[in-house]
């Protein structure tokens, strides 16, 4: 079973900043596989990268995505004050899905 | 406007059973896979089952398997979660996720409903 690792837990930044957050797989997998979602609090998750770097519908380009093998990266080029939220990567395979414990990115 | 809408939650006792559902609109709903996703109160997320867009193929987290199933009636957009043997830790917003047209990601999620074994 393959198990998703994100760092920071949290991170402290300020409106404007870059923020960058990981997501270590426990083994290599498929670029195609890789997913990242924000939540904001009492709402479902809304999605923002699939395929590692593809950006879903109607998502600010400032929303990034990069990686392959084990390591993969969301990037926020520019903090707004509606992107203060929690962040969760996600990974397909055998038939299940598999999500990471989250990053939560908070106002510094 | 595409969106999914839960319904079923409730307050069960241990060892009971409930049965959650899904009703998809403005999308073909039997042309995509469907899955369940839970979240614990101030936890992370878990994904529950997927169910392909026949209703021929379905999967469950280990945590779930032999007590769950998934199910679903393309003909009524619906997708359903039965759930029996709940415990304590099956506690949960449950939410409904429609599979991306490529790839392997979720694209819409449902408001949830929750539920609630104590």
């Known amino acids: 079973e393959i198990v998703l690792t994100q760092s920071p837990g949290t991170l402290s930044l300020s409106p404007g900043e870059r923020a960058t957050l990981s997501c270590r797989a426990s083994?290599?997998?498929?670029?195609?596989?890789l997913a990242w979602y924000q939540q904001k609090p009492g709402q479902p998750p809304r999605l923002l990268i699939y395929?590692?770097?593809n950006r879903a519908t109607g998502i600010p380009d400032r929303f990034s995505g990069s990686g392959s093998g084990t390591d993969f990266t969301l990037t926020i080029s520019r903090l707004e004050p509606e992107d203060f939220a929690m962040y969760y990567c996600?990974?397909?395979?055998?038939?299940?899905?598999?999500f990471g414990q989250g990053t939560k990115v908070e106002i510094k | 406007e595409v969106q999914l809408v839960e319904s079923g939650g409730g307050v069960v006792q241990p060892g009971g059973s409930l049965r959650l559902s899904c009703v998809g609109s403005?999308?073909?709903?039997?042309?995509?896979?469907m899955n369940w996703v839970r979240q614990a109160p101030g936890k992370g997320l878990e994904w529950v089952s997927l169910i392909s867009w026949d209703g021929g193929g379905t999967h469950y987290a280990d945590s779930v398997k032999g007590r769950f199933t998934i199910s679903r009636d393309n003909s009524k957009n619906s997708l359903y979660l039965q759930m029996n043997s709940l415990r304590a830790e099956d506690t949960a917003f449950y939410y409904c996720?429609?599979?991306?047209?490529?790839?392997?990601?979720?694209?819409?999620w449902g408001q949830g409903t929750v539920v609630t074994v104590s």
């Open positions: 395929v590692a770097s």
């Open positions: 996720t429609k599979d991306i047209a490529w790839g392997d990601a979720f694209d819409i």
């Open positions: 403005g999308f073909d709903f039997d042309d995509f896979n």
């Open positions: 996600q990974h397909y395979g055998r038939s299940s899905y598999t």
């Open positions: 083994q290599s997998i498929s670029s195609t596989s």
